[in-house]
């Protein structure tokens, strides 16, 4: 048995950006091109918050298929008052075949978001994150409209529960640490797998296109 290995970054500075967004839902403000990607929970203002979107093009991963693991990799290099250690944030997908570079707050805040979601808690500065969205990224590349080649959006969103003012942020593209410091996503699944197509999914899946090597896991539901 072989595994394909995915890897990819974040390609441009408008595939990753912060929303800052009312919790009732009536407004919303897009910002690109920011070397950061904040995350903050506001007990001001009428009850706002950031979050934060990335958008993986070229995802070049065949219609369902069976991931033994898949994970974004994010750092941060803000100074200790800039993260509320301890507190914790949810990353969602998009739910949808290809996820188009959003152009207003809207896109971000109305987007649908998956069923699958995965928690984390923020720790101090100069910290490495490795999080596991195995679920989410076998959801959309599952849906019937999935085609590879297509782009995978994922939110992190701060936890609207839990009270008074937090905050967390991450290196974008336009970090100034340079290219090993933009988000990534890494995918390792198994192209010899039976593969499952959602009812009423048309046609056939595609070539895999990736690195193969040896199984170094087993399947697992998901990595920390």
Do not use: C
């Amino acid at each position: 048995m072989a595994v394909v290995e995915f890897n990819t970054r974040i390609a441009h500075s408008h595939d990753d950006g912060s929303v800052r967004v009312n919790d009732d839902g009536t407004n919303s403000t897009l910002l690109e091109s920011l070397s950061t990607l904040p995350v903050i929970r506001s007990s001001t203002g009428g009850g706002s918050s950031y979050w934060s979107y990335l958008r993986f093009t070229n995802v070049t991963i065949p219609k369902g298929q069976t991931f033994y693991s898949s994970r974004i990799s994010l750092s941060t290099h803000r100074k200790n008052s800039f993260h509320t250690e301890g507190k914790t944030l949810r990353i969602y997908g998009v739910d949808t075949d290809n996820f188009a570079r959003p152009t207003t707050g809207r896109d971000i805040a109305t987007a649908p978001l998956t069923t699958a979601y995965y928690d984390f808690t923020v720790r101090g500065k100069f910290s490495s994150y490795y999080l596991s969205v195995r679920d989410i990224v076998e959801e959309i590349t599952s849906r019937s409209g999935w085609v590879s080649g297509n782009a995978i959006g994922l939110i992190i969103k701060p936890m609207i529960t839990a009270p008074g003012y937090y905050s967390w942020s991450a290196n974008s593209y336009s970090n100034t640490y340079g290219l090993h410091y933009r988000p990534g996503l890494t995918a390792r699944y198994d192209p010899t797998a039976p593969i499952e197509i959602p009812a009423g999914a048309e046609g056939s899946t595609t070539e895999s296109v990736g690195t193969v090597i040896e199984p170094e896991i087993t399947p697992e539901k998901a990595e920390a």
